[in-house]
């Protein structure tokens, strides 16, 4: 199932069909009281351009247009809540659920979440620590998020230990030269950049998530072949996740600029997807 839907999430999820998604990960808006925007600039070199690069070489940049969403709610929690219920319909009785947020929602959520799925279905905070971008002086710089794991069964769910990548030792003359080349598994603390500035991986999508976080997840919490939803997709990081590793992808998002980003982006996996599906409309949120 390689699916992209166009649509509100509410109502896109009530017509997909029951157990058929072995993991949702979603990376909702984080409420940060502000549109995530970002403008769209292409740009070439001109001798005369305002802006200088490499070496001093000048470029002119060509502004494409601004993409963006909105990301400011008052009811913050009764919104999510209602759609992570929603979704669970659609999560196979192995499944997983990854919830990404920042410190503004999370233990929030986290307490919604216990009541919702039980506090015996939590499994793990994981925090992504990045370090990039601006330090402010007042406090200590913010450069984490915060991704919560839930299990629909805690005594029965998918969890590939084998395939978790191995990283080095920060003192690997501690540990003997056997094991330090073969490095060790992570813990609940994931060290890694944001997507690079300028990199293939970089849609142009504001709040665009790492591939490397997602292809992590995919590869340990599902089996291969199985159906990964993302019900928050943005530009389709997880689906691009799920497609690398022979996973099947349910992505749905409001935004078309988000779901043209997408369907160029799997392409290349799945050309069917150049095709996407129109959610049902139901009643604004
Ligand atoms: C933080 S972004 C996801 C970014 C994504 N993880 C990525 O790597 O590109 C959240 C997305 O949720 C979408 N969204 C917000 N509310 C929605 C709703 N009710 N239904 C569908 N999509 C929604 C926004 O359009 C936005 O693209």
């Known amino acids: 199932m390689r699916r ?55 470029y002119r ?18 919104f999510l809540l209602e759609r992570i219920e929603a979704s669970l319909r659609c999560l196979d009785p192995r499944g ?25 279905c939590f499994v793990n905070e994981i925090i992504w620590a ?12 913010a450069k984490h998020d915060t991704i919560l794991w839930y299990v629909r069964n805690p005594d029965d769910y998918v969890f590939h230990y084998d395939e978790i ?20 598994t992570p813990t609940d603390v994931w060290w890694h950049t944001i997507v690079p500035t300028s990199g293939r991986e970089k849609t142009g999508y504001a709040t665009q998530k790492p591939l490397g976080i997602l292809e992590r997840i995919v590869r340990v919490h599902s089996d291969p072949g199985a159906v990964v939803l993302d019900f928050f997709a943005g530009s389709g990081t997880s689906g691009e996740a799920a497609a690398r590793h022979g996973r099947g992808f ?36």
Not at 61 to 78: K, N, P
């Open 130 to 141: 990045y370090d990039y971008g601006g330090r402010p002086k007042t406090r200590w710089p």
């Open 61 to 78: 940049a060509e502004h494409l247009g601004r993409s963006g969403f909105g990301d400011s709610f008052s009811g913050y929690i009764d």
């Open 165 to 184: 990548d191995r990283i080095p030792y920060l003192a690997p003359a501690l540990v003997g030269a056997e094991k330090a080349a073969r490095g060790k």
């Open 4 to 58: 992209i839907i166009l649509g509100e999430n509410l109502a896109a999820l009530a017509a997909l069909p029951a157990g058929f998604a072995q993991l949702i990960y979603i990376d909702p808006p984080f409420n940060t009281g502000h549109a995530q925007v970002r403008d769209r600039l292409r740009t070439s070199a001109d001798r005369q351009g305002e802006r200088i690069g490499f070496g001093g070489r000048r």
């Open 96 to 120: 997983s659920i990854f919830v990404h947020l920042d410190c503004r929602e999370v233990h929030y959520v986290k307490v919604a979440l216990d009541g919702l799925l039980g506090r015996k």
């Open 250 to 285: 349910v992505l749905i998002d409001e935004n078309p600029e988000a779901v043209a980003i997408m369907a160029r982006r799997l392409a290349p996996y799945s050309p069917e997807c150049l095709g996407f599906v129109p959610a049902p409309t139901v009643g604004g949120r």
